[in-house]
C-alpha cells in the first residue's frame, strides 16, 4: 500500500488497485486545508480519523490492498499518510 498523488486533469483515470479519498469519500478529511491551514486541518483529521475507527463508523480493513490517493502533492503531509500509519 502507497500513497499516489491524483489530478483529475490529467488523464482522470487512477491506476488499477488504487480508492481516491478525496470528497466526497467517507475516508475524505472534512477539514479543508484553504480553511485550517495544512497541519491545523491534519490534527483535527487524526482526532476525527481516530474517532470515527473506535466507533465503527469507519473501517480502515476496507481500504487493505490497495494504494491510496488524493490530490495533495506527494511532497506535502496528507491526510492520507495519516491514514496509512494508523493501518501499520
Same mark, same amino acid.
Request: charged share 35%; with cysteine; aromatic share 10%.
Given at each position: ?7 483529475? +486533469?490529467? &488523464?482522470?483515470?487512477?491506476?488499477? #488497485?488504487?480508492?481516491? =479519498?478525496?470528497?466526497?469519500?467517507? !475516508? ?19 482526532? +476525527?480519523? &481516530?474517532?470515527?475507527?473506535?466507533? #465503527?463508523?469507519?473501517? =480502515?480493513?476496507?481500504?487493505?490492498? !490497495? ?22
Amino acid at each position: 500500500m502507497k500513497r499516489i498523488s491524483y489530478n483529475r +486533469y490529467n &488523464d482522470g483515470k487512477l491506476p488499477q #488497485g488504487t480508492k481516491l =479519498l478525496t470528497r466526497p469519500s467517507r !475516508f475524505a478529511n472534512p477539514y479543508k486545508v484553504s480553511e485550517y491551514g495544512r497541519e491545523e486541518a491534519l490534527r483535527l483529521f487524526k482526532i +476525527y480519523l &481516530d474517532d470515527q475507527v473506535k466507533k #465503527g463508523i469507519l473501517n =480502515l480493513e476496507e481500504l487493505r490492498g !490497495f494504494n491510496l490517493a488524493c490530490v495533495c502533492s506527494l511532497e506535502e503531509k496528507c491526510h492520507v499518510d495519516i491514514i496509512l500509519d494508523k493501518m501499520k
